[in-house]
């Protein structure tokens, strides 16, 4: 048979995947020991069913649950078992049910986690797999439940700040558009049949609503094309790594995609190092979490000049545009009194800070200036639609 598999070795700081072929999953499990590898993913080669993903808030139940029942003097099976049963969410019931079975029949934790990527990240594995080293589960259970419910607290914020003005802009854009396919047609019929003399802004407002009329299916089949290329330049790995290098300079949302992935970056690193993942493998992890392509291939070169010997906040250094000074210089203080997971925790705590406040503060601006932006368009289009009106009487009356 062969058996896909993704692994470490013993420190955590090397990742090797393929295939390898064996009798069986425990013939495969004990080939990749013996060429001095940890398994993290071992499935049988082939597809398998996609499941839905669960979501944040699930998955931070599930570990909160896991730690509990693993605090409580449960057995690992048991607690597994007794998750399949509670879990709110199909996937992790099915995950932990298969999860059990595997570590029933000779797995490790984080092997069998690492074959439900759809369930359980890859950064939860990671820390599963160093707690199983360290016998710290219950505190690294917690912690990454914390992790994760900070995250999802972070991204809640963003869009809770940024739900009325996305609606402004679509009400905005809807109305506008109704006006000009529905409402001028009618004026223009009336205006048309009592020979009014049309002011200049009449005419301009007609014929924007006359090309839309006839060019709409078009200017929507041209949006979908745009952003259907859109999409596929941003998959390509170097139109991503452009666009996402651009959308760090653009004026107001730049900086806050900026402080967002730093403090993404700097929770996950905190929360990995405090589990015990060695520093190379909790940058790896991190950089697949930084939601950012520029910044990733930033970290990939952090991660180089380490291994050539560099400390972490002199590798960092090198990039001040993205690892501002405060944040390299808080990762020198955690460096020189060991306490490097509480400073990049502190310092990812008050980027999160930053976020929410300028999140808040942008969708205080976005609301007056959506407003005075839909003023100004209503204010056009009355001024472009009755201003003939005030010449009709005087043309009846000359008929």
Do not use: C
């Amino acid at each position: 048979m062969r058996f896909v598999y993704q692994a470490s070795d013993e420190t955590g700081a090397r990742m090797a995947e393929g295939v390898i072929e064996a009798e069986s999953l425990q013939e495969a499990r004990r080939r990749l020991r013996e060429m001095g590898l940890f398994p993290l993913r071992l499935a049988p080669a082939g597809r398998r069913k996609r499941r839905r993903k669960p979501g944040a808030g699930d998955l931070v139940l599930f570990m909160e649950q896991f730690a509990t029942l693993i605090g409580a003097g449960v057995g690992l099976v048991q607690a597994l078992h007794t998750l399949s049963l509670q879990s709110p969410h199909p996937t992790l019931r099915y995950a932990a049910r298969q999860v059990r079975a595997r570590i029933e029949g000779g797995a490790g934790l984080a092997e069998a986690m690492a074959e439900f990527p759809e369930a359980f990240p890859p950064m939860v594995v990671r820390m599963v797999a160093a707690a199983e080293l360290s016998g710290a589960l219950e505190e690294t259970l917690r912690r990454v439940a914390r992790y994760l419910d900070a995250t999802f607290e972070l991204q809640q914020k963003i869009r809770s700040a940024m739900v009325y003005p996305i609606f402004a802009i679509v009400v905005v854009v809807l109305s506008v558009a109704a006006l000009l396919v529905i409402v001028v047609p009618v004026f223009e019929r009336l205006y048309a049949g009592a020979g009014a003399e049309l002011p200049a802004l009449t005419l301009a407002l007609m014929s924007i609503s006359d090309a839309l009329r006839r060019n709409g299916v078009w200017i929507l089949l041209g949006a979908a094309a745009l952003v259907w290329f859109f999409r596929r330049v941003h998959a390509d790995p170097r139109g991503g790594y452009l666009i996402d290098r651009f959308v760090l300079g653009v004026p107001i949302f730049g900086p806050l995609a900026h402080k967002t992935g730093l403090a993404r970056f700097a929770r996950t690193l905190a929360t990995l190092y405090a589990s015990g993942v060695n520093l190379l493998a909790s940058l790896e992890a991190a950089r697949d979490l930084a939601g950012n392509r520029y910044v990733a291939a930033l970290i990939d070169e952090v991660q180089a000049r380490i291994s050539k010997g560099e400390s972490l906040s002199q590798a960092l250094a090198h990039d001040p545009d993205v690892f501002v000074p405060m944040f390299t210089r808080m990762v020198s203080i955690g460096e020189e009194s060991g306490e490097l997971d509480r400073m990049l925790d502190q310092v990812g705590h008050h980027l999160e800070r930053e976020v929410d406040h300028t999140t808040r503060r942008l969708a205080a601006m976005i609301e007056p200036a959506m407003t005075v932006v839909l003023g100004a368009i209503v204010m056009f289009v009355a001024l472009a639609l009755y201003l003939p009106l005030f010449e009709l009487p005087g043309k009846v009356m000359g008929k």
